[in-house]
């Protein structure tokens, strides 16, 4: 536990002061061409993929590639990590990233999410109507470009082997953009913990499953995804 205990404290001294640099460093890169902070963004990531196997020893590995259609499409992802939400910059060129309207407005940070293309989407209940109007107009500029978006139904981080509620926010870009939908399965929650300063070695493994064509009712579609991401993440945590 005291090795476990030093790993994580290590990491943690290492992730924050490279992301720190990093932000400080691409800072220039705010004024140029959004592939040029696309670039930056994944400069960072191998940072912080270095730090995870040589301090961690946490590594990972990917499934079913063969599952993913020619973009642009959507990719609805398991959450129950930190980890995920930068794995996929390394995956795919330039994702256009669903988030909370509110990291937009963190200094620095919130700068690069921006720059990057990422979807803000507001959760307050008193703006849904006009949210989802604003989520849908950036979603059908990213598909225009041809770009993939990826987006988390949960809304939030869950625990291994929790089942959260799915919030419609999927369904709704499934329904409009007419393209498919990827689900995700994932067990990342088992390593790298909700809310918790360990972190733990092994291999995540992240799953691309059968892609969801358009043409499902809301309700068939939210079925089916809620199915088989938490069937197929079931699998992965007892795996793990």
């Known amino acids: 536990m005291m090795a476990l205990w030093i790993r994580s404290f290590i990491f943690n001294i290492l992730f924050y002061g490279w992301t720190f640099v990093c932000l400080i460093i691409l800072i220039p890169f705010l004024m140029l061409p959004d592939r040029y902070i696309v670039g930056g963004i994944r400069f960072w990531l ?3 993929l270095w730090i995870n196997v040589h301090v961690l020893k946490l590594h990972f590995e990917i499934t079913g590639l063969e599952n993913l259609p020619p ?3 959507i990719l609805a992802s398991k959450h129950q990590s930190a980890w995920e939400t930068f794995i996929f910059h390394g995956l795919f060129q330039a994702p256009a990233i669903v988030l909370k309207r509110e990291l937009m407005w963190v200094p620095f940070f919130g700068w690069y999410l921006k720059k990057s293309g990422s979807i ?4 307050s209940k ?3 109507t006009q949210s989802l109007k604003k989520l849908l107009l950036h979603a059908h500029r990213a598909i225009e470009k041809g770009r993939v978006i990826l987006i988390f139904p949960e809304g939030t981080r869950s625990y291994p082997g929790q089942e959260s509620t799915y919030q419609s926010g999927v ?7 007419n393209v498919p939908v990827v689900p995700v399965a994932l067990n990342s929650g088992l390593y790298w913990p909700r809310r918790n300063f360990l972190k733990y070695p092994g291999t995540i493994t ?3 499953l059968d892609p969801i064509k358009p043409g499902l009712s809301r309700h068939d579609f939210m079925t089916k995804l809620k199915e088989d991401i938490e069937s197929t993440s079931q699998r992965l945590i007892k795996k793990g």
Do not use: E, T
């Open 71 to 73: 973009a642009p499409f």
């Open 206 to 208: 992240l799953a691309f």
């Open 46 to 48: 191998k940072g912080v």
């Open 171 to 177: 369904a709704s870009l499934y329904l409009h953009l």
């Open 126 to 128: 008193k703006k849904g």
């Open 120 to 123: 803000p989407l507001s959760r």
